[in-house]
């Protein structure tokens, strides 16, 4: 209902350096996930799909894939002459010394936020990845009252420097905890944050002029009573990535029934185009339990594994549990086993690559094997 | 003076199709769906951006809603342009009244004013029904160097088939000497294509020519070609000797679908350098179920398959239960093929259900006279009832219901 005045950011740096392979050529939104897409694609669907047609995105360093991914915004819709998509690259002023965590980045693109016209800011990060319709988060939060809405799951906290947990009584946050992970069911965050813009604005001054290193210890934590600060529950699919075992993990399960949950017919997932043709399917090929996106071409055998755009998998090639990015070649009776291959990878005729389930072997773009 | 256009395109997209029965009750025949993602008309309007063409009229007429969407802007084609770009044109009111467009000429000649504001050199003129790669500007050059007035592109067809099309006789230069239209003992196997292009200021003569004749059918290869032919007009064919083909027929179109499956075959759609846009569906990658059997085929986004299929086309969002069956057969989107439902030699229209255990189509070895044998046809959103069978060459457009 009020989606219309909301403002969206979105850290498309976010946590990189927890994914450094794939990230060393790209950012966090620009890691590819479930075949077709990237991983900011879910956080930009989500926002448009609520009615949230005013985004920024915030970068911080290897932003040229995402550049080339957003494009105009055309695909999500946000090629518009009101509102639409903005690209954020670092704005290098002496007082954005490296982009060290969301304020920082914040800061950086604090002229941007106070132009804008909305009077709600909701921020969101790419490593989560949910197909989550945020008017219920944005309603709730304006309904409450509140000053910042946080949405949390209740869960194993992901290992992330900064994850903040709650401890709540009813829906207000009574007490914060940063970073501490522990192997208990806590209520961590999803880092899918709504407040009034004027809020934003005046924390991120407070925070220039006091010096502040960290929004998640020196705002939500250290406000938490002065501020009203709120809990949105998520029951719905919300996954967050913290390594690249999380990574291959959460791309797994997908296959094991949970793609439905992400994927849900009302609420499409938008990406870039490219106009590849449908999969082909060879003589005695077959794929089974697997993720296939258009412009595949296989002749082999694939099994329990995630297929992007324009793979080829040759005769009496073999592809199990593993994650295999755009224009990958499998070349023939060549066996991949627990891999993640980056986008181009050759692995050549008769070569086997075998990582284990819990150990998955990564291969980086353009490789050779 | 405005800009000029060396080559602007007018696409025929008017026709029914009326041979494709139940598949182009509801939308022309370029709106028909083929090779798992595509419609027919994004073939020529591919062909016209990958050879520079950036105007393109395309003539509507029968059932143009469907197509009116799915051209829009023009976008899929990078052909929404502040200059140019994709213009659909629809027959209109005027002071003398409203007319339709009586036959192809008539379609181009009641568009003159259009044509005359991008002031072009050449116009090529295009079927919005056959599925082929053509690179038009190499064809523009030939024109060109021939100093033609008409350029018509030409394929050798096999001699068996030849009276089915409008034959050639050609010069060693290229130039046409003769033509004949589905002669039945043909002494040609030179075939048009369809395909033509014109110096405008020639053509546009013979437009108003042709429509101040009371006698003339306002078409192309009836009267407009042979007039310019009678008259000494400088005429050329064009040879193309890649894949082309006319899905005017049921056949022809289920054939041409599984021609993609064919390495033989001359057409490689994943070509980068010639890439054919369409409107993409947006949905996930398709999954294939742990039971699921996918050999022979080419299936498109967001289907879910835990059945068997094979030799078979499947466009976006199409559901194959467990223990379903396909076979040699192409399913539209959307469509739903329920538990031990088996489809084979059929095209299944978008939206339909074939509903447990019910059987369409029939293989050609499982009927004594070959002559019976024809491809089947459900209509779109029909569902075909539990059990129910569906023999060959039969269509389909009503709900059939279940066999208890």
């Known amino acids: ?369 | 003076m405005v800009k000029k256009t060396e080559c602007l395109a007018m696409l025929l997209a008017g026709g029914q199709g009326s041979r494709l029965g139940i598949l182009t009750k509801n939308i022309a025949k370029p709106a028909v769906p083929y090779g798992g993602k595509y419609r027919i008309i994004d073939f020529p309007l591919s062909n016209c951006i990958n050879s520079g063409i950036e105007t393109v009229g395309v003539l509507t007429q029968y059932q143009p809603l469907e197509l009116n969407d799915y051209i829009g802007n023009g976008q899929p084609w990078d052909l929404d342009r502040s200059y140019g770009g994709v213009h659909v044109l629809s027959p209109y009111q005027q002071i003398k009244g409203t007319e339709w467009y009586k036959g192809t000429a008539n379609a181009i000649y009641q568009n003159i004013n259009f044509i005359d504001r991008y002031n072009p050199e050449y116009v090529a003129v295009l079927s919005g029904d056959h599925i082929y790669k053509m690179d038009y500007n190499k064809m523009l050059r030939f024109h060109k160097e021939k100093n033609a007035a008409c350029t018509i592109a030409m394929l050798e067809v096999p001699w068996e088939e030849a009276s089915r099309f409008g034959l050639m006789f050609v010069d060693d230069d290229g130039s046409i000497t003769a033509f004949e239209e589905k002669p039945k003992n043909p002494k040609s196997n030179k075939a048009s294509m369809g395909v033509y292009i014109f110096t405008w200021s020639k053509l546009r003569q013979y437009l108003i020519d042709d429509e101040a004749d009371p006698e003339s059918h306002n078409d192309f290869g009836h009267n407009v070609i042979p007039a310019m032919h009678n008259n000494g007009e400088r005429m050329f064919a064009y040879k193309f000797d890649g894949y082309w083909k006319d899905v005017g027929t049921i056949d022809s179109l289920w054939e041409a679908n599984l021609d993609l499956l064919n390495p033989k075959v001359d057409l490689d759609l994943s070509d980068d350098s010639w890439r054919i846009y369409s409107r993409n569906p947006v949905a996930p990658p398709h999954f294939t179920d742990k039971n699921a059997k996918v050999e022979n085929s080419m299936i498109g986004e967001g289907c879910y398959i835990a059945g068997e299929v094979d030799y078979s086309i499947l466009f976006s969002n199409v559901n194959i239960e467990e223990g379903a069956t396909v076979k040699y057969s192409i399913i539209m989107p959307g469509t739903t093929v329920k538990k031990g439902a088996v489809v084979e030699y059929a095209i299944v229209a978008e939206n339909a259900v074939i509903d447990e255990g019910a059987h369409v189509g029939e293989s050609p070895e499982a009927i004594a006279n070959l002559d019976d044998w024809g491809v089947t046809v459900i209509g779109e959103k029909v569902t075909i009832g539990k059990g129910a069978e569906v023999k060959a060459k039969e269509m389909i457009d009503t709900d059939i219901e279940g066999v208890k």
């Not at chain 1, 990060?125 to 944005?138: A, K, M, P, S, W």
């Not at chain 1, 420097?161 to 961590?188: K, P, R």
């Open chain 1, 1 to 369: 209902m009020y989606a219309s005045n909301v403002l969206g950011i979105v850290y498309s740096n976010a946590y990189d350096e927890y994914l450094s392979e794939l990230t060393s050529v790209r950012t966090m939104g620009s890691v590819p996930f479930a075949g077709r897409y990237r991983l900011i694609d879910f956080v930009l669907s989500n926002m448009v799909n609520s009615g949230i047609g005013k985004v920024g995105v915030s970068t911080k360093a290897n932003y040229q894939s995402l550049m080339d991914h957003l494009g105009s915004g055309k695909p999500w819709d946000l090629s518009r002459k009101r509102d639409g998509l903005t690209f954020l690259p670092p704005f290098n002023t002496t007082y954005t010394d490296g982009y060290i965590g969301r304020l920082a980045a914040l800061k950086g693109i604090i002229e941007y936020i106070s132009k804008s016209d909305k009077d709600y800011v909701l921020l969101a990060d790419c490593n989560v990845v949910c197909n989550l319709d945020y008017t219920r988060i944005i309603d709730g939060h304006i309904a409450s009252g509140a000053d910042i809405t946080i949405a949390y799951k209740r869960g194993i906290a992901p290992k992330l420097h900064n994850t903040m947990s709650f401890e709540l009584d009813g829906e207000t946050i009574t007490s914060v905890s940063v970073g501490e992970a522990t192997e208990n069911a806590c209520n961590y965050s999803l880092n899918i944050i709504v407040l009034s813009r004027t809020l934003l604005l005046q924390l991120i001054r407070e925070a220039a002029a006091l010096g502040y290193k960290s929004f998640e210890r020196d705002i939500i934590a250290a406000k938490a009573g002065a501020l009203k600060i709120r809990g949105q529950k998520i029951d719905s699919y919300a996954k967050t990535i913290d390594s690249l075992q999380s990574y291959y993990d959460i791309s797994m399960q997908l296959l094991s029934g949970e793609y439905r949950d992400l994927f849900a017919a009302e609420k499409p997932v938008y990406t870039k185009e490219r106009d590849d043709m449908p999969a082909i399917y060879g003589v005695c090929s077959n794929a089974s339990s697997s993720l296939v996106s258009d412009g595949c071409i296989i002749k082999g055998t694939v099994e329990n594994s995630i297929l992007s755009r324009g793979v080829y998998v040759a005769e009496g090639a073999v592809v199990k549990n593993s994650i295999i990015m755009q224009d990958c070649y499998i070349s023939a009776n060549a066996k991949v086993n627990c891999a993640i291959l980056d986008k181009n990878v050759v692995i050549k005729p008769a070569r086997e690559i075998s990582g284990a389930e819990t150990y998955p072997i990564y291969v980086g773009k353009n490789i050779t094997v």
